[in-house]
């Protein structure tokens, strides 16, 4: 099956400071979705982006499905992004979930 | 739209005892998944629904584990009789439309503990 790995594991960032998260999967997909998992549990989608790149507010994310990676940026972190990044590829109809980033953003 | 909606958000029972986990999709989505997360295997599909039918329940970990989906607003996972192991946040996602190009929306989850 596919699979889907993540990098960093952990990332501790001071407030202010930019970061880029890695998903790299095995197999070419045709859906890819990042969430944040806030620090209440909640998963929360940020993006859906099987290929090219998209922006929300300080989130960006661009996917290379050629090169089967996908990455996620976040600039100007503030503590409210603290919690575990998740990158999804659909294996259809199943979500394949990576195991996470989880970012600590101090103030 | 407010969502998906689980109850209850927590719950706390003791080993042997039924657990009913509920689930209203959103309006319109006519995909239905249940997902669990525990630290050891992360998150994993139990179990989908496609217009209230189950569709795969390969994911269910035993027979212990049974999942229903009445109409179209209204699904339910029980465990009955519960075990410890059976803790873990337990989701409830949804999807509008077929094939791999939608985007799936969880709900809050339920965090079951069983003592």
């Known amino acids: 099956g596919i699979q889907v790995e993540q990098s960093p594991p952990d990332l501790i960032l001071q407030e202010g400071a930019n970061s880029t998260l890695r998903c790299n999967f095995s197999?070419?997909?045709?859906?890819l979705q990042w969430f944040h998992q806030n620090p209440w549990g909640q998963l929360i989608n940020l993006f859906y982006?099987?290929?090219g790149t998209k922006q929300n507010g300080r989130l960006s994310a661009t996917t290379v499905a050629t090169e089967r990676y996908s990455l996620l940026y976040i600039s100007s972190s503030q503590t409210t992004d603290s919690g575990v990044y998740f990158c999804a590829v659909m294996n259809y109809p199943k979500l394949i979930f990576g195991t996470g980033t989880r970012l600590q953003v101090f103030p | 739209d407010a969502g998906v909606i689980q109850s209850p958000r927590h719950e706390v029972t003791e080993m042997g005892q039924e657990v009913t986990l509920r689930c209203k999709p959103i309006s319109g989505h006519d995909y239905l998944f249940w997902y669990r997360q525990t630290m050891m295997r992360g998150l994993e599909l139990l179990i989908y629904?496609?217009?209230?039918?189950?569709?795969?329940d390969s994911g269910m970990p035993e027979d212990r584990f049974s999942a229903k989906m009445p109409n179209a607003s209204f699904s339910t996972l029980k465990i009955q009789p519960s075990e410890p192991r059976d803790s873990a946040v337990y989701f409830c996602?949804?999807?509008?439309?077929?094939?791999?190009?939608?985007?799936?929306?969880f709900g809050p989850g339920t965090r079951l503990t069983v003592t």
């Open positions: 996602a949804t999807q509008g439309g077929r094939g791999p190009s939608y985007e799936q929306y």
């Open positions: 197999d070419s997909v045709n859906n």
């Open positions: 982006i099987p290929s």
């Open positions: 629904f496609n217009n209230n039918v189950p569709i795969d």
